[in-house]
């Protein structure tokens, strides 16, 4: 207890206070699982930066990307990369450094985590539907003006900072200590739910969107196929059908764990053991930020060429650097063998 409390409220307890109570102890000494977990998440941190960074200056160095739909995939790079940056954090303020956070510390992590996370589910919902509006008028890119696309990416970073903004501005257990979570021991129960439907319904309206463009996509195909052949229709309807299961699927794979726990979590399931499995179900959604790249970027072909084209320059820089190296050293060696050409060789007159 750092100095007096409120009456009915723990504004000044510790954070270790708060993990006590939930049943959420933190180890005063590093685990093997400790280490696994942070090593893990600190490689996936990397990897997700570099690639969202990658994919940010293809967008932003090819002209042809000057689309709306390419500044929502720059977008989600952005929120993506703030994903990464914010996981790279949270592993340097996790495990037995817990301990030590204030508790202005431990919400500003949370702040993090929750901001970036939501920011690229909002970016995945603002492109599908993006995605429906311009197949559904038959267009290649969408009409949207760039100041529309300025404003919904400033409405998704809005709505995502607000969101992680919410327990700090009130929706936390400080005040009522019964309704603490377990795998978030500072904020209400009622919380976590809130935020698992929130994103389950985002998700929902996801599925909509591209369960539509497919039975659209393949009606129009079918009429199509009566002048080209069967097996273009068949190629066409399953090419739709990989990339939106794709997309669908590795959003399940990476979410469902994650959003369950926190369900459960939130409905005061005592016996369901979430701690056991929380950092490696958020270790998975942090996936979902090194698989938007593959899915809505490196797929794209013209992508793909600028990506080598920006790996190439930075090859040449590179080994362009290495052969001035090579050629410095060379020329020093050269010089300092004439040196003692020239000393021989007066050595060699004198006497």
């Not at 993090?112 to 509006?133: G, Y």
């Amino acid at each position: 207890m750092l100095t007096d409390d409120v009456p009915g409220c723990y504004y000044n307890r510790t954070v270790q206070f708060f993990y006590e109570h939930s049943g959420k102890n933190i180890s005063a000494h590093w685990r093997p699982r400790d280490y696994v977990v942070v090593s893990l998440g600190m490689g996936v941190s990397v990897i997700v930066i570099l690639a969202n960074i990658l994919v940010m200056v293809a967008i932003f160095i090819n002209r042809r990307f000057h689309f709306p739909i390419y500044y929502l995939l720059g977008n989600l790079a952005a929120a993506d990369l703030f994903s990464g940056i914010a996981y790279l954090h949270l592993m340097f303020h996790t495990g037995p450094w817990t301990i030590k956070l204030s508790k202005n510390q431990w919400f500003v992590r949370q702040t993090l985590i929750d901001s970036s996370l939501t920011a690229s589910v909002l970016n995945l919902l603002a492109i599908a539907l993006e995605r429906h509006q311009t197949i559904f008028t038959m267009q290649l890119h969408s009409k949207m003006t760039n100041r529309r696309v300025v404003l919904l990416i400033a409405l998704i970073w809005g709505l995502a900072i607000f969101m992680g903004l919410v327990p700090t501005m009130g929706w936390h257990c400080l005040c009522d200590l019964e309704n603490c979570s377990t795998m978030a021991p500072m904020y209400k129960r009622s919380y976590l739910v809130f935020w698992a439907v929130l994103n389950l319904f985002t998700f929902s309206l996801m599925v909509a969107a591209y369960t539509r463009i497919f039975v659209y996509v393949r009606h129009k195909s079918q009429r199509m196929s009566q002048h080209t052949s069967q097996i273009r229709h068949k190629e066409t309807v399953f090419n739709l059908m990989k990339t939106v299961s794709m997309i669908l699927g590795c959003f399940v794979i990476c979410w469902t764990p994650g959003l369950v726990l926190l369900m459960l979590d939130g409905l005061g399931c005592e016996s369901c053991q979430v701690l056991r499995y929380e950092k490696y179900c958020l270790v998975l959604a942090e996936c979902n930020s090194l698989v938007n790249p593959i899915i809505y970027s490196f797929r794209d072909t013209d992508m793909l060429q600028t990506f080598k084209r920006i790996l190439c320059c930075l090859c040449r820089r590179g080994d362009a650097g290495r052969k001035d190296t090579l050629s410095g050293i060379n020329h020093h060696a050269l010089t300092h063998l004439n040196n003692i050409n020239h000393y021989n060789h007066y050595n060699f007159t004198k006497h």
